[in-house]
T-cell receptor, first 116, second 115 residues
Framework: AQKITQTQPGMFVQEKEAVTLDCTYD???????LFWYKQPSSGEMIFLIY??????QNATEGRYSLNFQKARKSANLVISASQLGDSAMYFC?????????????FGDGTTLTVKP | DARVTQTPRHKVTEMGQEVTMRCQPI?????VFWYRQTMMQGLELLAY????????DSGMPKDRFSAEMPDATLATLKIQPSEPRDSAVYFC?????????????FGDGTRLSIL
C-alpha cells in the first residue's frame, strides 16, 4: 500500500522568492518513483519533475528541484524565483516500479498563490 | 509534442442518460488510467489498464460505470445511468510501464455535469 501526505493545503509566496511544498510518503515497495504535477486554474495536469528511489542525486528541471530525503520519506518540491504563473494546485504522487502493478497514488494537493 | 486526447471536453446531460468519455493515449504507452476529480474527494483512481487488460477497477462504482480498451489507441469510460453525484472532471492519463522514469501524462479532462 502507498500513501502520500501533503500537509499544506495552501501556501503563499512573494514573487521572485523561493518556496518549498512538502510531500511525505509511505510505501512498502523497494523501488518507486515520485512525481510532482501542477494543475493551474484551467484544469490541466502538467508533469513537472520525477525522482526515482534509486537516484542518489536530487532531480532538477529548470526552476523546479526535488529535495529527496529517502530516510525521512520526503520528496519536497522547491520552486525558485516564483512567478505569478506558478499560482496553481500542486500534487505529489508515487508509483511502484519493477512491478506489474504500476498503480499511482496522489496526495490531496497544495494550492500555491504567488503574490506580486 | 505527443498528447493524451480526451473527448468530449465538456458534457452536460440529464440524470439517467448514458455518458461515454473517450481517451486516445500517447502512441506507444501501454498503461492507461482513468481518474475522477472533485472538490470533496480530490483525485481518485477509477481504473487502469496495462496492455489493454484491466488491472484494477476497484475505485469504480461497478453498477453504473464501465471501462474498456477496445484497442491500443482507444480507452472508454461509460456511465449508465448517470446521476448528479457523477458530476466531476474525468481525466485520462497514460504512461509506458517498463522504463523506470516514465511519468504519467494527463489529458485535458472531460468536465461532466449531470443535471
Amino acid at each position: 500500500a502507498q500513501k502520500i501526505t501533503q500537509t499544506q493545503p495552501g501556501m503563499f509566496v512573494q514573487e521572485k522568492e523561493a518556496v518549498t511544498l512538502d510531500c511525505t510518503y509511505d510505501t512498502s515497495d523497494q523501488s518507486y518513483g515520485l512525481f510532482w504535477y501542477k494543475q493551474p486554474s484551467s484544469g490541466e495536469m502538467i508533469f513537472l519533475i520525477y525522482q526515482g528511489s534509486y537516484d542518489e542525486q536530487n532531480a532538477t528541471e529548470g526552476r523546479y528541484s526535488l529535495n529527496f530525503q529517502k530516510a525521512r520519506k520526503s520528496a519536497n518540491l522547491v520552486i525558485s524565483a516564483s512567478q505569478l504563473g506558478d499560482s496553481a494546485m500542486y500534487f505529489c504522487a508515487i508509483i511502484p516500479l519493477n512491478t506489474n502493478a504500476g498503480k499511482s497514488t496522489f496526495g490531496d494537493g497544495t494550492t500555491l498563490t504567488v503574490k506580486p | 509534442d505527443a498528447r493524451v486526447t480526451q473527448t468530449p471536453r465538456h458534457k452536460v446531460t440529464e440524470m439517467g442518460q448514458e455518458v461515454t468519455m473517450r481517451c486516445q493515449p500517447i502512441l506507444g504507452h501501454n498503461t492507461v488510467f482513468w481518474y475522477r476529480q472533485t472538490m470533496m474527494q480530490g483525485l481518485e483512481l477509477l481504473a487502469y489498464f496495462r496492455n489493454r487488460a484491466p488491472l484494477d477497477d476497484s475505485g469504480m462504482p461497478k453498477d453504473r460505470f464501465s471501462a474498456e480498451m477496445p484497442d491500443a489507441t482507444l480507452a472508454t469510460l461509460k456511465i449508465q445511468p448517470s446521476e448528479p453525484r457523477d458530476s466531476a472532471v474525468y481525466f485520462c492519463a497514460s504512461r509506458y510501464t517498463g522504463v523506470l522514469d516514465q511519468p504519467q501524462h494527463f489529458g485535458d479532462g472531460t468536465r461532466l455535469s449531470i443535471l
